[in-house]
């Protein structure tokens, strides 16, 4: 069964850190790999796109890398602000494509103390 | 943007009650998921579907039916709710090379 895992599952850093969240995952042969957001009790914000092809993406603060041969993604956020504060998933889609749909991880739930 | 909308939001029902759990979204995207949040698990595939009139098991499908009439909409049908189905659960689109979009979940305690 594929598994993708988030280290650390909890994150607790003071307002302005630089930090970098890990996703990794048991099989190589991803299709694509995405970032999400979820604030409590809301639904899942689509952060992140990269496609197996690419290496990373960047979107304002954010960058998100990916090494498909040793099967690892990371989020990185630059400046952290308390807004950032949430859980962040990632999730992988697996070459068998749309009929798989997407393995997530369970999280990373991340605090940005003011 | 609008994109995927569930309703209700939230619903209590009762151990044994049917219940349905609706999903529409404003484009045309062939591909529709269903999923479960439940602490400790994640996010979890119940069922998907590939177009209209065609659908799918996914990860933990049993207590479910979902049908897909039109390519909007993908309905979720607990055929007689269990406590162990209380969760949220989120209706999702494939958007081909943008990745997924969700909506923002049915909040569901079955009592």
């Known amino acids: 069964k594929q598994e993708v895992t988030q280290i650390p599952a909890a994150l607790s850093v003071p307002e302005g850190e630089n930090l970098v969240l890990n996703c990794s995952f048991t099989?190589?042969?991803?299709?694509?790999l995405q970032w999400f957001r979820q604030d409590p009790g809301k639904g899942l914000t689509s952060l992140l796109l990269i496609q197996s092809s690419q290496r990373e993406q960047t979107s304002g603060r954010l960058n998100a890398s990916l090494d498909k041969s040793s099967g690892r993604s990371t989020l990185y956020i630059a400046a952290s602000q308390p807004g950032d504060s949430a859980t962040y998933l990632c999730a992988v889609m697996y070459s068998g494509g749309g009929a798989d749909g997407l393995t997530f991880g369970k999280g990373t739930h991340l605090i940005i103390q003011p | 943007d609008a994109g995927i909308t569930q309703s209700p939001r939230y619903k209590i029902t009762e151990t044994g009650r049917q219940v349905t759990l609706m999903c529409h979204q404003t484009w045309s995207h062939s591909y529709m998921f269903w999923y479960r949040q439940d602490l400790g698990h994640g996010l979890r595939l119940i069922y998907y579907s590939a177009a209209a009139d065609i659908t799918d098991k996914g990860e933990v499908p049993d207590g479910y039916v979902v049908s897909r009439s039109k390519t909007e909409n993908f309905p979720l049908t607990l055929e007689s709710a269990t406590r162990s189905q209380t969760s949220v659960y989120f209706c999702a689109s494939d958007r081909g090379g943008y990745g997924y979009t969700f909506g923002s979940g049915t909040r569901l305690t079955v009592v």
């Open positions: 099989d190589s042969a991803i299709y694509n």
